[in-house]
């Protein structure tokens, strides 16, 4: 297999008037071609009087070595990427293996979902328990709740079929490297997806594609033997001997093997486990706000105004660090989206960003974090990160009125520290309602100082970004877990028989990274087993 590198198009052009030139670039024959396929597409934009695509292709071609011989420097020579999801155990997608006991897995987001698909393309029959509801009905109670203020604490953002990530942006850009990336491209194209996140440099999916996507999986799941438990919230395990023996919901399930893919909001269960010993560990993890710019100014910032192509809606990623140690840096942006009630308990305040997936709306938001480290929090307990993140949404809530409206303020009145008492330019998308405030007033001193610089450092990187008219949202605390569940080389907790899993254990961030966390969890039961 070869591979034509930095193939420079500067119109907007089907897949097939890509290939073609690429071949007359390079000079291959299309007789020669036996398969090709786009292996990334991406945007140069870092000269916006030079904006352009840049793709690769690859290609399956005989004569191989003749065209590698002319020292074309566009064309490499590869090898396909080794798939060790299946040549590390042997995938039989029909095979019927039993275990005395069914594997549990707590929670269906993206880690607990792609392990049980995982464990069902292998014979297994886990049984999947979530405390949420299926995430059609989902939809419904996050609706309700964003029209009218009625929280439903079990069936909500973070709580529910598809977990947090599912009314996001469905982004699957991550900083891992792992072979089961590819794997989970794959698998949600198979159950839905659009075939363009196989190649895209920022792949995503949308939170409008993602709920039936979801719903795709749930049925292939079952249809291979696996079963769901909706609004089933587990409150006791059994544990003997340092081994998990049972989990508790409305019923007991006997278990040798429990995959904990709980999310980063599953307080309660955070507080069991740690009473029964599960060994865990306070963790960093940021806070902070969302901001919202008009897109056209986002598009304009990172495109200017001289380019033809039809370009999706422009996206930003920044970071800043302070002199006092601090860091602050851009998370979830969500372009043409808006800024999404995510609380989970009364009397709160939690943001967060959602796009669809033709990311057509009015406004761009991305949450602006500041780190914060277990030296902050009130106590050395593990689950001091919990009380930290709930203190800042309690207050928010007060802030807003009490009434689930969220606290806004203008980034200038922000820098200026005084309230805001007008909206301008940018229109506020968080619903049920906002409150024009001085989120000054609750944010921690060290959070509000940093993000002031910040704001200002971020505006001479992205012309606008300090706009005194974009619109500050608070706040925002969940951008990952404040637990680590610890686990050894195997996965396995000090618990035997428990895997700590994606994002709420502490080892994600993002729907990728949870989902490839869930495979090698699952991985890790069927290699015990030698399956």
Same mark, same amino acid.
């Given at each position: 297999?070869?591979?034509?590198?930095?193939?420079?198009?500067?119109?907007?052009?089907?897949?097939?008037?890509?290939?073609?030139?690429?071949?007359?670039?390079?000079?291959?024959?299309?007789?020669? $071609?036996?398969?090709?396929?786009?292996?990334?597409?991406?945007?140069?934009?870092?000269?916006?009087?030079?904006?352009?695509?840049?793709?690769?292709?690859?290609?399956?071609?005989?004569?191989?070595?003749?065209?590698?011989?002319?020292?074309?420097?566009? &064309?490499?020579?590869?090898?396909?990427?080794?798939?060790?999801?299946?040549?590390?155990?042997?995938?039989?997608?029909?095979?019927?293996?039993?275990?005395?006991?069914?594997?549990?897995?707590?929670?269906?987001?993206?880690?607990?979902?792609?392990?049980?698909?995982?464990?069902?393309?292998?014979?297994?029959?886990?049984?999947?328990?979530?405390?949420?509801?299926?995430?059609?009905?989902?939809?419904?109670?996050?609706?309700?709740?964003?029209?009218?203020?009625?929280?439903?604490?079990?069936?909500?953002?973070?709580?529910? !079929?598809?977990?947090?990530?599912?009314?996001?942006?469905?982004?699957?850009? %991550?900083?891992?490297?792992?072979?089961?990336?590819?794997?989970?491209?794959?698998?949600?194209?198979? *159950?839905?997806?659009?075939? !363009?996140?196989?190649?895209?440099?920022?792949?995503?999916?949308?939170?409008?594609?993602?709920?039936?996507?979801?719903?795709?999986?749930?049925?292939?799941?079952?249809?291979?033997?696996?079963?769901?438990?909706?609004?089933?919230?587990?409150?006791?395990?059994?544990?003997?001997?340092?081994? &998990?023996?049972?989990?508790?919901?409305?019923?007991? $399930?006997? %278990?040798?093997?429990?995959?904990?893919?709980?999310?980063?909001?599953?307080?309660?269960?955070?507080?069991?486990?740690?009473?029964?010993?599960?060994?865990?560990?306070?963790?960093?993890?940021?806070?902070?706000?969302?901001?919202?710019?008009?897109?056209?100014?986002?598009?304009?910032?990172?495109?200017?105004?001289?380019?033809?192509?039809?370009?999706?809606?422009?996206?930003?990623?920044?970071?800043?660090?302070?002199?006092?140690?601090?860091?602050?840096?851009?998370?979830?942006?969500?372009?043409?989206?808006?800024?999404?009630?995510?609380?989970?308990?009364?009397?709160?305040?939690?943001?967060?960003?959602?796009?669809?997936?033709?990311?057509?709306?009015?406004?761009?938001?991305?949450?602006?974090?500041?780190?914060?480290?277990?030296?902050? *929090?009130?106590?050395?307990?593990?689950?001091?990160? &919990?009380?930290?993140?709930?203190?800042? !949404?309690?207050?928010?809530?007060?802030?807003?009125?009490?009434?689930?409206?969220?606290?806004?303020?203008?980034?200038?009145?922000?820098?200026?520290?005084?309230?805001?008492?007008?909206?301008?330019?940018?229109?506020?998308?968080?619903?049920?309602?906002?409150?024009?405030?001085?989120?000054?007033? &609750?944010?921690?001193?060290?959070?509000?100082?940093?993000?002031?610089?910040?704001?200002?450092?971020?505006?001479?990187?992205?012309?606008?970004?300090?706009?005194?008219?974009?619109?500050? %949202?608070?706040?925002?605390?969940?951008?990952?877990?404040?637990?680590? $569940?610890?686990?050894?080389?195997?996965?396995?907790?000090?618990?035997?028989?428990?895997?700590?899993?994606?994002?709420?254990?502490?080892?994600?961030?993002?729907?990728?990274?949870?989902?490839?966390?869930?495979?090698?969890?699952?991985?890790?039961?069927?290699?015990?087993?030698?399956?």
């Amino acid at each position: 297999m070869i591979r034509i590198n930095n193939i420079k198009i500067y119109e907007d052009i089907t897949n097939l008037e890509v290939f073609e030139f690429a071949i007359n670039k390079v000079n291959i024959k299309k007789s020669d $071609i036996i398969d090709w396929h786009i292996s990334k597409k991406s945007i140069d934009a870092r000269k916006k009087s030079d904006v352009h695509y840049i793709y690769s292709i690859d290609m399956i071609i005989k004569n191989e070595e003749y065209y590698l011989k002319r020292n074309n420097k566009l &064309i490499t020579k590869i090898k396909e990427a080794e798939n060790l999801f299946k040549n590390e155990f042997h995938l039989k997608d029909n095979s019927t293996c039993h275990l005395s006991k069914p594997p549990v897995i707590i929670g269906a987001g993206p880690s607990g979902l792609f392990a049980a698909l995982t464990l069902v393309q292998n014979g297994l029959k886990p049984i999947i328990i979530e405390q949420g509801k299926p995430v059609e009905e989902r939809q419904k109670d996050v609706e309700v709740f964003r029209k009218t203020g009625f929280l439903n604490s079990l069936s909500n953002v973070q709580f529910g !079929e598809g977990g947090a990530g599912t009314f996001s942006d469905g982004k699957l850009t %991550t900083g891992i490297n792992s072979p089961y990336c590819k794997k989970v491209l794959e698998e949600f194209v198979k *159950f839905g997806a659009p075939e !363009e996140i196989l190649y895209l440099s920022k792949p995503h999916i949308g939170t409008d594609n993602l709920i039936n996507i979801i719903k795709n999986m749930r049925n292939y799941i079952i249809s291979k033997g696996g079963s769901f438990l909706f609004n089933e919230k587990v409150t006791d395990f059994e544990i003997i001997n340092s081994t &998990i023996c049972a989990v508790y919901c409305s019923k007991k $399930i006997e %278990t040798d093997n429990l995959i904990l893919a709980i999310g980063h909001s599953s307080r309660d269960t955070f507080k069991k486990l740690h009473s029964l010993g599960v060994a865990m560990e306070a963790k960093n993890f940021s806070v902070g706000v969302r901001i919202e710019h008009l897109q056209e100014m986002i598009n304009l910032s990172q495109y200017g105004n001289l380019t033809n192509l039809n370009l999706p809606p422009a996206s930003y990623k920044l970071a800043y660090h302070a002199s006092s140690g601090r860091s602050c840096y851009s998370f979830c942006m969500c372009p043409g989206g808006v800024v999404i009630a995510s609380s989970s308990e009364p009397n709160t305040i939690v943001t967060n960003g959602m796009s669809n997936f033709l990311r057509d709306g009015t406004n761009s938001n991305s949450a602006i974090l500041v780190n914060v480290t277990p030296d902050d *929090f009130s106590n050395s307990s593990p689950l001091a990160g &919990i009380y930290f993140q709930k203190d800042l !949404e309690e207050k928010a809530f007060k802030l807003g009125g009490g009434n689930y409206f969220a606290p806004i303020q203008r980034v200038g009145d922000f820098l200026n520290n005084t309230k805001s008492t007008y909206i301008g330019d940018v229109r506020p998308t968080y619903i049920p309602g906002v409150t024009l405030s001085n989120l000054n007033e &609750i944010l921690p001193n060290f959070v509000s100082t940093t993000l002031k610089e910040a704001i200002l450092y971020f505006d001479t990187k992205l012309n606008g970004f300090a706009n005194p008219d974009s619109i500050l %949202t608070g706040v925002e605390t969940r951008s990952s877990s404040p637990v680590r $569940i610890i686990r050894n080389e195997n996965l396995v907790s000090n618990i035997n028989g428990i895997y700590p899993c994606g994002e709420g254990a502490g080892y994600a961030g993002g729907i990728m990274s949870a989902s490839v966390d869930g495979i090698k969890c699952a991985l890790s039961i069927l290699k015990k087993y030698k399956i």
